[in-house]
C-alpha cells in the first residue's frame, strides 16, 4: 500500500479496467429476458416500466495467486454492495485497458489488506480494475427496483424485485365468506352469542389464511434466493 510523503495512505485509483463488450440496448434486452425467465422469483404480469440504465465501473481487487502449483485469479469488491454475485464475483480473464476519460466510476473504500487473511497460496501480485456494470431501474406498479447487469459477461445481479403471493388467500377467504354470511345469519336467529362467535371465527379465519400467504411468499423468496 502506497503511502504519501505525509504518511497519509494514498488515494485508490484502477489501474484500468475490463472492455465494456455491451450496450444500453443490449443490457435492456438482457434486463427483459431475466424477468421472463422461469429461474427468476416470480413477478407480476404487470406492464415492467424500465428507467435509465448508467454504466458504471465497479472497483475490484485481482488477486494473482499460487495455490497448489496452479496460478489463481481471485476478485474482491474494493467498496460496499450488497449484491452476493459481487461479493464473489466470477469472470474469464478478458482485455483488460485504460479507464475511459468519462468513466462513471465508483471510488474504491476497500483497502486489499482486508481480504489478505482469507486468500490462500502464494501472493503474486494485485491490482485494482474497474468492472463495468449496467445498473438498470424498473418500475412495477409504484414500485422502483432495480437489477445490475455486467457489461462484460452479461451476468445478471438482482437486487430487490417484487413477487406476488403464491397463496391465493383472498380466493381462499371469499370461497368461506358466503357459509360464514350464512352461519353468522343463522346465529343472530339462534342467540346473540352465536353471532359473536361466528364473526370471531370469521376473523381468525381472514387472519390465519392472509398469515399463509405471507409465509408462502418468504419461503419462496428464499427459496430463488438460495
Same mark, same amino acid.
Given at each position: 500500500m502506497a503511502d504519501t510523503p505525509? *504518511?497519509?495512505?494514498a488515494p485508490l485509483v484502477?489501474? *484500468?479496467a475490463a472492455a465494456s463488450l455491451i450496450d444500453e440496448e443490449r443490457a435492456r434486452e438482457i434486463a427483459g429476458e431475466w424477468l421472463d425467465g422461469e429461474k427468476n422469483p416470480v413477478v407480476p404480469d404487470e406492464t415492467i416500466q424500465f428507467g435509465k440504465a448508467v454504466l458504471i465501473y465497479y472497483p475490484f481487487w485481482k488477486f494473482s495467486r499460487e495455490d *497448489? *502449483?496452479?496460478?489463481v485469479i481471485v476478485y474482491r469488491p474494493a467498496c460496499g454492495t450488497l449484491l452476493s454475485g459481487l461479493q464473489d464475483l466470477q469472470r474469464e480473464e478478458t482485455r483488460v485497458v485504460p479507464v475511459p476519460k468519462d468513466a462513471n466510476i465508483l471510488p474504491a473504500t476497500v483497502f486489499s489488506t482486508v481480504y489478505l487473511p482469507e486468500l490462500h497460496g502464494i501472493a503474486r501480485g494485485e491490482e485494482l480494475v474497474g468492472i463495468p456494470?449496467?445498473?438498470i431501474s424498473y418500475k412495477v406498479k409504484n414500485s422502483i427496483y432495480m437489477m445490475v447487469v455486467n457489461g462484460e459477461s452479461g451476468l445478471v445481479y438482482p437486487g430487490w424485485h417484487?413477487?406476488?403471493e403464491p397463496a391465493v388467500w383472498k380466493r381462499t377467504a371469499l370461497t368461506a365468506f358466503i357459509p360464514m354470511v350464512l352461519l353468522s345469519m343463522t346465529a343472530v336467529y339462534l342467540s346473540p352469542w352465536f353471532f359473536i362467535l361466528a364473526a370471531g371465527l370469521l376473523i381468525i379465519f381472514l387472519?390465519?389464511?392472509?398469515m399463509f400467504g405471507m409465509v408462502?411468499?418468504?419461503y419462496l423468496e428464499g427459496k430463488d434466493g438460495s
Open positions: 505525509n *504518511g497519509i495512505p484502477c489501474s *484500468g *497448489g *502449483g496452479e496460478d456494470l449496467w445498473m417484487p413477487v406476488k387472519y390465519r389464511s392472509r408462502n411468499t418468504k
